[in-house]
């Protein structure tokens, strides 16, 4: 079983930044054999890919978050974090954060960022 807790979601006005962390456990758990990814759903929308980095550290980004956000992950600490900058209003969504092996996939339960003045 593998459990992902994000956190560091939160408001902040257009033009911030926030860091997401997301922090993996489970019963003889590493993060070095999983693809992590970020995802968010705004209201109304379905669930889209933010940034994934892969077991070897190729990361991904969504073409709205080139620029502006950095996916890295940390496998001694089983961590994935999101660095966020120049935050707009339409970044605001639940943030998810995703380990996959193989065809198989876990998510957290998500943080809520909020980006308004």
């Known amino acids: 079983q593998v459990q992902l807790v994000e956190s560091g979601g939160g408001l902040v006005q257009p033009g911030g930044s926030l860091r997401l962390s997301c922090a993996a456990s489970?019963?003889?758990?590493?993060?070095?054999?999983?693809?992590m990814g970020w995802y968010r759903q705004a209201p109304g929308k379905q669930r889209e890919l933010v940034a994934s980095?892969?077991?070897?550290?190729?990361?991904t980004l969504a073409r709205s978050a080139k620029g502006r956000f950095t996916i890295s992950r940390d496998n001694a600490k089983n961590t994935v974090d999101l660095q966020m900058n120049s935050l707009q209003p339409e970044d605001t969504a639940v943030y998810y954060c995703?380990?996959?092996?193989?065809?198989?996939?876990?998510w957290g339960k998500g943080t809520l960022v909020t980006v308004s003045s």
């Open positions: 995703n380990a996959r092996l193989r065809t198989t996939d876990y």
């Open positions: 489970g019963s003889i758990f590493s993060i070095s054999i999983y693809s």
């Open positions: 980095v892969t077991i070897g550290g190729s990361t």
